[in-house]
T-cell receptor, first 115, second 115 residues
Framework: GAVVSQHPSWVICKSGTSVKIECRSLDFQATTMFWYRQFPKQSLMLMATSNEGSKATYEQGVEKDKFLINHASLTLSTLTVTSAHPEDSSFYIC???????????FGEGSRLTVL | AQSVTQLGSHVSVSEGALVLLRCNYSSSVPPYLFWYVQYPNQGLQLLLKYTSAATLVKGINGFEAEFKKSETSFHLTKPSAHMSDAAEYFCAVTVTSSNTGKLIFGQGTTLQVKP
């Protein structure tokens, strides 16, 4: 199947700094990518829908200025957690939809720990 | 609005026993339903999906699920559990009228397989 890669897999940062997480579709073009957040032992909560070349659509309750999403190409979307705080610590997962069948593939996830 | 409810946050079975993970959905449009598996600190892997074709869907690793409209259910089963099946399982429904797009996940069910 298609491959979606996230980088970094693990990141630890100090409170107040910004962290960028990349989501890449390695062998297909993805016009749409989705960003999810998962707290320990909990389900995935959709944060935003990222469309190539346009502004992301955020879910209710997600701060767009806090979680900056950029989808500059058909194979890359980035999530930047700005001025991170300990409560932002979480597992962030992206998924990408193939432009052909529209099937979704998930990245391996990125674990963010804010000290 | 669409939603899914997974009954039982934790299911424990013996190796070789039947696996039954329950999922009920709510949808105002004909749903597209999915089962995903997640291993620790990893992304999600698609087990199977229902996209309005056959109501009995066979997936990977011996899993299958049956769509029952009258019961609004999409329970996941496997005749004989294997130790490697121990993981977190998520049922999901799309919020669009296609089989792609945003997914709404259930709360997840942890499957424990005892030797």
């Amino acid at each position: 199947g298609a491959v979606v890669s996230q980088h970094p897999s693990w990141v630890i940062c100090k409170s107040g700094t910004s962290v960028k997480i990349e989501c890449r579709s390695l062998d297909f073009q993805a016009t749409t990518m989705f960003w999810y957040r998962q707290f320990p032992k909990q389900s995935l909560m959709l944060m935003a829908t990222s469309n190539e070349g346009s502004k992301a659509t955020y879910e209710q309750g997600v701060e767009k200025d806090k979680f900056l999403i950029n989808h500059a190409s058909l194979t890359l979307s980035t999530l930047t957690v700005t001025s991170a705080h300990p409560e932002d610590s979480s597992f962030y997962i992206c998924s990408a939809a193939t432009s052909g069948t529209g099937e979704l593939f998930f990245g391996e996830g990125s674990r963010l720990t804010v000290l | 609005a669409q939603s899914v409810t997974q009954l039982g946050s934790h299911v424990s079975v013996s190796e070789g026993a039947l696996v039954l993970l329950r999922c009920n959905y709510s949808s105002s449009v004909p749903p597209y339903l999915f089962w995903y598996v997640q291993y620790p600190n990893q992304g999600l892997q698609l087990l199977l999906k229902y996209t309005s074709a056959a109501t009995l869907v066979k997936g990977i690793n011996g899993f299958e699920a049956e769509f029952k409209k009258s019961e609004t259910s999409f329970h996941l089963t496997k005749p004989s559990a294997h130790m490697s099946d121990a993981a977190e399982y998520f049922c999901a429904v799309t919020v669009t009228s296609s089989n792609t797009g945003k997914l709404i996940f259930g709360q997840g069910t942890t499957l424990q397989v005892k030797p």
